[in-house]
């Protein structure tokens, strides 16, 4: 069959979600992938705060003093004893992070398993993919790494560069170097923001296919991909930027629909957790460990339940977007074109019937 635009492959990925998600609804399956859909990264992401979100320190600022005094004076003396936990917790946490990611690469596997074959096997796909899974993991780190090193690259060589340091100590008489210098830094910021998401996209659209397909390194799914982008680059530019309107449009609604059903949800549990503070008080509670526990712990089972609302609402688009990739791909692909579905063809118009054949001879 002819390769599909990136318009054309809208329609049969809508198709398929619609006959993967609702024919017939499967409350199960639609579970396991809210996991793997949370796993992935696919929930409609958000700033932990906006910019310049300060600590409320109370008080008056005196003198010369930052919003850090406020650390100061709660540590005081027990600085150097308190470092060996903080490190230990940053350490933690980095370690964590990276799990999350190896996590994220094998589940990213799961997805494009889950929505090609028309299920969601979580332990066997775990098994399957866990090697490839940690092909991807490496680049993943790789990447990241890369695109740090980048990034420092552009915003601290300008600063450390001689006329940067000039111009940082005496910026009313360097005006125009500081100008031109903001100007070529934010695009330089700008190209590498472009070119890393450029790079995930085709990583997690085009490479992660080719590789559970043949089962190859990520090394080689690059190959694969350079290859299958010859002479069709104005084909996956108007890919792209169909999934950049596709994902702004769907971002925007999900984010709304988010919104309401968590006003409806937050409205009944604030209201029980009032009269549970009520009722506390009046029984003669105070703020304990025991108490505190027992918040700690309704905290954290309202933010799971929170979280898995979430997921559960994101699985539509995790399922649109890989399909959507896949049907754009596997038109191009012919090993992953034969595992799909396309719309068949319609029948041809009466102008266009073959002539009928003769009949016959009587023997």
Known sequence: MAPLSGVEAISPALEETKRQLVKPFRWGRWTRLAVVSFLTGELAGGSWGPPGFKFPIGGERRGKGSDWDWLGRVLGDRFWEFLPLIIAGALALLLLFVFLIYVSSVFRFILFDSVLHNRCELAAGWRNYKRLGGSYFLWQICFGMATLAAFALVILVPILSPWGREAVKEPGQHLVIIILGVTLMVF????????????????????????????????????????????????????????????????????????????????????????????????????????????????????????????????????????????????????????????????????????????????
């Open 188 to 363: 330089a910021v700008l190209s590498v923001m472009v070119l890393s998401g450029l790079a995930s996209l085709f990583a997690r659209d085009f490479v992660v296919p080719f590789m559970a397909i043949e089962g190859v390194g990520v090394a080689e799914g690059w190959r694969r991909l350079f290859h299958s982008l010859a002479g069709q680059k104005s084909a996956y530019a108007i890919y792209v930027l169909m999934k950049m309107v596709l994902a702004l449009g769907a971002g925007i609604a999900y984010a709304l629909i988010d919104i309401a059903v968590l006003i409806v949800l937050l409205i009944p549990i604030l209201l029980i957790g009032l009269v549970a503070v009520h009722l506390g008080q009046a029984a003669g509670l105070t703020w304990n460990p025991a108490t505190i526990g027992i918040v700690v712990l309704a905290g954290g089972f309202l933010v799971s339940g929170l979280l898995f609302v979430m997921a559960m609402l994101s699985v539509p688009l995790a399922v649109f977007f890989q399909a959507y990739a896949l049907y754009f791909l596997g038109s191009r692909y012919p090993q992953l074109g034969e595992k799909l579905t396309f719309p068949a063809l319609g029948p041809p118009s009466p102008g266009t019937l073959p002539p009928t054949a003769a009949p016959l001879p009587a023997s």
